[in-house]
């Protein structure tokens, strides 16, 4: 069966778009009340802020100004979503072992994916990461990083590849530059 060609138009996660993101996230925030917030914080901070706290944190971070990532909608639907901000922003990412820095350029960070349940399966990720791209160009931002999963067999649920799957990553001219076993691995896209 031929999957559906869908354009998405991507911008920026700002007040002005915020309800989107609300449209996208719905009740449960993605995935388990998350809201993008669970490489920002502390795990323990991140589970005791649940249903509510991380909400009102991402809120906070869009109404100061600061990246978040970049909202997707195919037509007036929001459809996707590709968090990515300045690396030293995700204090997971930035105290994991596994993803240690290699150099001292400042990296741009995408860490995670979320595309509503029907649109998954039609290649939004990998619009999404060209999206990424492009918005990285436009802001002069040299380095783009990501933490992708390796997946295991082709039947793995959508919800366990929310960092978005290394194949995509490679598709879109990113190298790998570390591999944490065989379920992950940390690719960079240079663009200067």
Same mark, same amino acid.
Do not use: H
């Given at each position: 069966?031929?999957?559906?060609?869908?354009?998405?138009?991507?911008?920026?996660?700002? /007040?002005?778009?915020?309800?989107?993101?609300?449209?996208?996230?719905?009740?449960?925030?993605?995935?388990?009340?998350?809201?993008?917030?669970?490489?920002? #914080? /502390?795990?323990?901070?991140?589970?005791q802020n649940k249903p509510d706290g991380n909400k009102k944190l991402m809120g906070a971070?869009?109404?100061?100004?600061?990246?978040?990532?970049?909202?997707?909608?195919?037509?007036?639907?929001?459809?996707?979503?590709?968090?990515?901000?300045?690396?030293?922003?995700?204090?997971?990412?930035?105290?994991?072992?596994?993803?240690?820095?290699?150099?001292?350029? /400042?990296?741009?960070?995408?860490?995670?994916?979320?595309?509503?349940?029907e649109f998954r399966k039609m290649g939004l990720s990998k619009q999404l990461i060209l999206?990424?791209?492009?918005?990285?160009?436009?802001?002069?931002?040299?380095?783009?990083?990501?933490? /992708?999963?390796?997946?295991? $067999?082709?039947?793995?649920?959508?919800?366990? #590849?929310?960092?978005?799957?290394?194949?995509?990553? #490679?598709?879109?001219?990113?190298?790998?530059?570390?591999? $944490?076993?065989? $379920?992950?691995?940390?690719?960079?896209?240079?663009?200067?």
């Open positions: 069966m031929k999957r559906p060609d869908i354009k998405l138009n991507c911008e920026e996660l700002t /007040p002005a778009n915020w309800v989107k993101f609300e449209m996208l996230m719905g009740e449960r925030g993605g995935c388990g009340n998350c809201w993008c917030m669970l490489f920002r #914080l /502390p795990y323990k901070n991140f589970q971070l869009v109404n100061e100004g600061n990246p978040a990532g970049l909202i997707a909608t195919a037509g007036n639907e929001p459809a996707g979503w590709i968090a990515m901000a300045p690396r030293e922003d995700y204090m997971k990412i930035e105290r994991a072992r596994n993803f240690k820095r290699i150099d001292d350029k /400042p990296v741009w960070s995408i860490t995670c994916f979320f595309v509503k349940k999206a990424a791209v492009d918005f990285a160009k436009k802001k002069n931002i040299k380095v783009l990083e990501a933490y /992708p999963a390796i997946p295991y $067999s082709e039947k793995v649920p959508p919800p366990f #590849l929310w960092v978005g799957v290394l194949s995509a990553f #490679l598709q879109c001219g990113f190298k790998i530059v570390r591999q $944490s076993g065989r $379920s992950r691995a940390m690719v960079r896209l240079d663009m200067v």
